[in-house]
């Protein structure tokens, strides 16, 4: 039998981040954990949600003329498992929060917090900051609290991700698309390839995005085989392969035929080819010197030259800076000559 895939953080990993983060709020090496009431928690507004149950209808009870009653419930009824462990052996991991006033807003744990009032408990244990981090690292935190879930689907998982590369993107300045296979390894602890999966599955067309949205795709590898195919026939083919339960071998034949049109087109003439391109590749180089002095060429245009000032700063010796900077002002050329 086939052993089944863990995601998990490497521990080397967790513990760069626990000293990231302990370092950051003055904590010595590690986070405070106390036992905190129950009612001193409340959800952060600013953090996106997966559910819409509340602690208000935790303990009030979900109102009948509730235009969400339905989804509550159903809601609240997949607490019921979590709560009754948390009844027979309690809170294995504390949930993690910062302090807001007199209050504790929740990084992670939302779960656990609602299932522990179904449990009846009155106090939780948690894992504490002082102040609210920045979000980079909640999204570590909640990757982190997360990753171990059996339950975890993976649209929950590429949410989370998604929300940690762009904060992780916006850290380091550059935009999400510029984001590679490495830094995702690097930042989850995973190997490469399970990275690049990761990667092709976020660059899904629109249909299997929401085959995994809709939980219909559940398996990364699957999934990201199948966003690869570019036949929109062989593509279908292998959905509904996989929709009917073809194994990972099943599918990777399948789209070994769409690896052989793409030889077929390549030797076709390009009057041949079908679709024509719809963009312009300018190309790409490793020489730095000739990547400046293209830029430098198109900022010496009267229509960007007023640009200059914000290219002054540019780290001619950093291959991310520079494509940033050229992408963006491919974007304002766009806007000027649209």
């Known amino acids: 039998m086939a052993k089944k895939k863990v995601f998990q953080i490497s521990n080397a990993l967790v513990e760069g981040l626990e000293e990231t983060v302990s370092a950051a709020h003055n904590y010595n ?17 600013e953090n996106p949600r997966d559910l819409i149950l509340t602690f208000d209808d935790m303990y009030h009870g979900i109102a009948k003329d509730d235009k969400n009653y339905t989804r509550k419930m159903d809601e609240k009824a997949s607490l019921l498992s979590i709560a009754n462990s948390i009844k027979e052996q309690g809170i294995i991991n504390p949930v993690v929060v910062y302090k807001f006033g007199d209050k504790y807003r929740l990084i992670a744990g939302e779960r656990r917090s609602l299932a522990s009032i179904l449990a009846g408990k009155t106090e939780v244990q948690a894992k504490i900051l002082d102040t609210k981090p920045d979000e980079l690292k909640i999204s570590l935190l909640q990757w982190m609290e997360n990753v171990e879930r059996k339950d975890l689907s993976l649209a929950e998982r590429l949410k989370n991700l998604e929300k ?13 698309d510029d984001v590679t296979a490495t830094d995702v390894g690097r930042l989850l602890g995973c190997s490469l390839p399970h990275a690049m999966n990761y990667i092709s599955v976020m660059n899904a067309d629109t249909k299997v995005k929401e085959l995994i949205r809709t939980n219909k795709l559940k398996n990364l590898e699957k999934a990201a085989l199948i966003a690869t195919i570019r036949s929109d026939g062989i593509k279908q083919e292998a959905i509904e392969a996989c929709l009917a339960g073809a194994t990972l071998k099943k599918l990777k034949s399948i789209s070994a035929q769409d690896k052989v049109k793409k030889m077929v087109i390549t030797h076709l003439s390009p009057d041949m080819r079908g679709r024509q391109p719809s963009l312009v590749n300018l190309g790409s ?7 400046k002095l293209i830029i430098d ?7 960007v030259n007023h640009l200059k000032q914000h290219f002054s700063e540019l780290n001619w010796t950093d291959y991310k800076s520079i494509n940033h900077a050229f992408k963006q002002l491919i974007k304002t050329l766009e806007k000027i000559e649209a």
């Open 164 to 176: 940690m590369l762009s904060a992780y993107a916006l850290n380091k300045g550059f935009d999400l």
């Open 297 to 303: 060429s198109i900022l010496s245009h009267e229509k």
């Open 285 to 291: 180089t490793r020489k730095i010197p000739v990547a």
């Open 29 to 45: 090496g590690e986070l405070r954990v106390e036992v905190i009431s129950l009612k001193k928690i409340e959800l952060d507004p």
